[in-house]
């Protein structure tokens, strides 16, 4: 089994980092192998809560020198204030605000929700690339994975289904 980590920009859809690693691979600690991988400055930055890790929030701090990315990582039910640390400035904000609105409100204020489209992407990687890896060395299926990517943007470059609600 593999896990394929994926960076998704929320406005075109497009995968901008990927990385493929055993299953048994820690997801935090991937994420400064995808940051590495991203040229421009980020605005923000969403994962899900197996991702509030202070490794992920010192990779996005030190992204670029002039800024500090968003940051919406819901954080763990047992999260506490760490003042001390500068990089994780953004958690402590989303600790705060997650406690005083709610988890729901907190998401949908937040923006939080938008993070879904990494899902999608996923689930339009599986469709149109296929689910399974047909090299068999890792290095061949990190080749591959990044190829599949390559045409899964290539593919959304041409041009997105509009879906609309009925009912």
Request: hydrophobic fraction near 35%.
């Amino acid at each position: 089994w593999r896990k394929f980590h994926v960076a998704v920009d929320a406005k075109t859809g497009d995968v901008i980092a990927c990385d493929l690693t055993s299953s048994r691979a820690q997801d935090p600690t991937r994420v400064p192998a995808l940051i590495s991988q991203i040229e421009n400055p980020l605005a923000s930055a969403s994962a899900d809560a197996a991702y509030d890790a202070k490794v992920v929030y010192e990779a996005l701090a030190n992204h670029t020198e002039d800024r500090v990315p968003r940051v919406l990582i819901p954080p763990k039910k047992n999260a506490i204030l760490d003042e001390k640390n500068e990089s994780l400035s953004e958690r402590n904000r989303n600790i705060r605000s997650r406690n005083k609105q709610g988890k729901r409100k907190w998401g949908a204020q937040s923006g939080y929700n938008r993070r879904s489209l990494v899902e999608n992407t996923f689930s339009r990687y599986k469709k149109i690339i296929g689910p399974m890896l047909r090299a068999r060395t890792l290095q061949g299926q990190r080749v591959e994975a990044r190829i599949g990517s390559k045409i899964l943007n290539m593919m959304t470059g041409l041009g997105m289904p509009k879906t609309e609600r009925i009912g």
